[in-house]
């Protein structure tokens, strides 16, 4: 089975940089989709970034230029490399994998990152 084991979360001043990682077994994550989604309190879950099978990556609008999702091929992880942080940013941040039909939509534990000052 598909399991997905995150690590990385933690407080970060406003300006800091964190990078979440997120270790995969049962699922190769070069032949997946790869996906960082986050929730904050009393706000509805959202996609912050994503990586397809050939590479291609989406992010949402408010994280372009500060944050970097990342494949490790080797080790079969992914990364959440994340940049500038602001206040906004602090939410529960969730490492899933889109296996496909076979596979199906894994999703990790969750990772608290508190921004504050």
């Known amino acids: 089975q598909v399991r997905l084991v995150q690590s990385g979360g933690g407080l970060v001043q406003p300006g800091g940089s964190l990078r979440l990682s997120c270790a995969a077994s049962?699922?190769?994550?070069?032949?997946?989709?790869t996906g960082w989604y986050r929730q904050a309190p009393g706000k509805e879950r959202e996609l912050v970034a994503r990586?397809?099978?050939?590479?291609?990556?989406n992010y949402l609008d408010s994280v372009k230029g500060r944050f970097t999702i990342s494949r490790d091929n080797i080790k079969n992880m992914a990364y959440l490399q994340m940049n500038s942080l602001k206040l906004e940013d602090t939410a529960v941040y969730y490492c899933?994998?889109?296996?496909?039909?076979?596979?199906?939509?894994?999703w990790g534990r969750g990772t608290q990152v508190t921004v504050s000052s």
């Open positions: 990586i397809t099978s050939s590479g291609t990556t």
């Open positions: 899933t994998a889109d296996g496909g039909p076979r596979l199906g939509m894994t």
């Open positions: 049962g699922i190769i994550f070069e032949f997946a989709v």
